[in-house]
């Protein structure tokens, strides 16, 4: 098998089906699988989907997942990566649409060079514009101290500024990244064996940062390839879930520090950012509650 899509569906139904038909209705020099993973949704989605494409069931192309609880997006995955056993797999959100050749470009890119072990397209939001988390830098504590205090807003085509979302790039280029978005990310099998599953401890935001971080610690390269393209739909399943995924949110930063930050900076760097986190946090929920 050349790619597995693997696409994770959590109360997306309309969402689920419009990204799985912008696969299946085109026409691929390559062979190919979708995994689509169920998260627990009890709203019958997965039922309906099934019976959408029970043909396809048949043929082999779709294979279902059913999974009995929610235990996260990194889970969720796990659980389709250990079915896996193509050149290539796809981490692809439900509530995308694949432009074009983007699949077919994407696969070339990646022969061209054996190094890159993930690789990322460019993600467009409905509205037209980038969506920024598709090309990213690690979020140290000098790139976020940037970011949270709005300086990265206010010098949009600063290098120094505005490295956490490289803005100062073109975003129909082609270069190396820190990191890209769980919403596309195309990656090596030889990856997933050297670098292993998506850290579980993520519940739904931040796996993707941690697992472009162990990739390139491992020696690969990481690609932004804006020749590509998808449609980002954000936020479909997330709705359903706000100040839950909120919560995760803010706790997915304190999780990465503490995994790969917190013995590189003094106690008190440590306990300042552990303090950002949290009163961000606080803010934003009260926010919520008073909007």
Known sequence: MDLSIIIINYRTYEFTKKTIDSIINKKYSFNYELIIVDNASGDNSLESLK???????????????????????AYANNLALKQTNSKYIL????????????????LKFMDTDKNIGALGCKVMLSNGSLDKACRRSYPNVKVSFYRMTGLSHIFPKSKRFNKYNLTYLDENGIYDVDCLSGAFML?????????????ENFFM???????????????????YYGEAKVIHYKGASSKKQESKLLYEFYKSMHIFYNKHYEKEYPWIITIITYTGIWTMYRLKLIRNILN
Do not use: A, H, P
Request: with cysteine; aromatic share 12%; proline share 0%.
């Open 51 to 73: 019976k959408d494409y029970y043909k396809k069931i048949d043929t082999g192309l779709i294979k279902f997942i059913s999974n009995n609880e929610n235990k996260g997006f």
């Open 91 to 106: 981490l692809l959100n439900s509530d995308t649409k694949i432009i074009n050749d983007c699949l077919e470009k994407c």
């Open 187 to 199: 990656l090596r099998s030889e990856v997933l064996s050297q670098v292993g599953f998506l850290d």
């Open 205 to 223: 935001y931040g796996e993707d940062i941690d697992y472009c971080y162990r990739i390139k610690k491992n020696g690969w390269k990481v690609n």
